[in-house]
């Protein structure tokens, strides 16, 4: 079973669209994912423009990968590596804490990552 940063069960990121490593909606992780596809972010305008800028098009639909793009609001399982460098660049999104994968950790401290929670449904905790 798949645990978050808390240590509980890993809770789903998103099914609409479907995200993740494995596209199961939850933000897995595998010795595969090289990208480390650990955090649940709820992606803003000004962080598309920045993922964009660094060479990941994250708003382009891609029917071919079943890909819709994606649209401020949406959540998806993000590379720890590319949220760090947001956040070193001031566009960080929030994140959906109890659906971000205990390897998260290795990256960064749980308390950076609480400094940017979103608020999450009860019946989500």
Not at 70 to 86: E, H, K
Not at 105 to 118: D, G, H, I, K, S
Request: proline content about 6%.
């Amino acid at each position: 079973m798949a645990l978050n940063i808390f240590g509980q069960a890993l809770t789903a990121c998103c099914f609409a669209p479907h995200t993740g490593f494995f596209r199961d909606g939850f933000c897995r992780t595998n010795q595969a994912d090289l990208g480390s596809h650990v955090l649940c972010a709820q992606v803003t305008a000004e962080f598309l423009a920045f993922t964009l800028s660094q060479g990941n098009d994250l708003s382009t639909p891609r029917p071919e990968w079943d890909f819709p793009g994606l649209v401020p609001g949406d959540f998806w399982c993000l590379c720890a590596l590319r949220w760090l460098a947001a956040e070193q660049a001031g566009v960080a999104p929030l994140l959906k804490l109890s659906a971000c994968h205990q390897r998260a950790l290795e990256f960064a401290p749980l308390e950076l990552y609480q400094r940017y929670a979103v608020m999450e449904d009860a019946n989500d905790l």
